[in-house]
């Protein structure tokens, strides 16, 4: 069975600070990865995935993110946040390449603040 | 083009009732999943169809969930005898086949039982 851990519930940091939003996953057969937002009364939508290739991936409105499989991390980063990033931000893992079964973490509440 | 939609968006029933939640997924997308959203619990798989393959049920919680697709497209999430901590949002996300594809999600019906 697979799990994933976002270690932080809510994080709040003030405009243009940098912030890590932290994933860790626990899998016994390669995953893929990926990180999803939601915004207020919305549904998820894509930020990144990570599929195999280049551990450092890039996604939409500034974030990436750090495949590590040593440490089976995936934490998502942006260096410098805005009010608009204001959001729930979900990891997930897709067990090698099943593509469905997605396991979610609980979120991680980000609260950008002026 | 049309994303994923779903109907009502907002359901307060009573305890007991029978509710109906509808999903209409992206036009030429083959597998539709639904979730439960619930506060602080991140999301939980409930079931995924694909094509024309027999379910994945293992996620529903109990037999008053049930959730059928008819001719491939629009699904109906069914939750009989409803119970107060059956009180969620109902995500559905549908995608094309392809371990990694990304999952597109609807905005969800939120449902509260009285």
């Not at chain 1, 057969?29 to 551990?55: A, D, H, I, M, R």
């Not at chain 2, 109907?7 to 083959?30: A, F, M, Q, Y």
């Amino acid at each position: 069975a697979q799990s994933v851990t976002q270690l932080d519930s809510q994080v709040p940091v003030f405009e243009e600070a940098p912030v890590e939003l932290r994933c860790n996953y626990s899998s016994s057969v390669s995953v893929y990865l990926f990180w999803y937002v939601q915004y207020p009364n919305q549904g998820l939508q894509l930020l990144l995935k990570y599929l195999s290739g280049s551990t450092l991936v890039k996604g939409i409105n500034g974030f990436e993110a750090e495949f590590n499989k040593s440490q089976t991390s995936f934490h998502l980063r942006k260096p410098s946040v805005h009010i608009s990033d204001t959001a729930e931000y979900f990891c997930a893992v897709d067990r090698g390449g099943s593509n469905y079964k997605l396991t979610f973490g609980k979120g991680t509440l980000l609260t950008v603040n002026p | 083009g049309a994303g994923v939609s779903q109907s009502p968006s907002n359901k307060v029933t009573e305890k007991g009732k029978d509710v109906e939640l509808r999903c209409d997924p992206i036009s030429g997308h083959t597998a539709l999943y639904w979730y439960r959203q619930s506060l602080g619990q991140g999301l939980e798989f409930l079931i995924y169809f694909q094509g024309n393959s027999a379910p994945d049920k293992s996620g529903l919680p109990s037999d008053r969930f049930s959730a059928e697709r008819t001719g491939g497209s629009v699904s109906t999430l069914t939750i009989q005898r409803t119970q107060q901590e059956d009180s969620a949002v109902y995500l559905c996300a549908s995608t094309t086949m392809g371990g990694g594809s990304e999952q597109y999600f609807g905005p969800g019906t939120r449902l509260t039982v009285t």
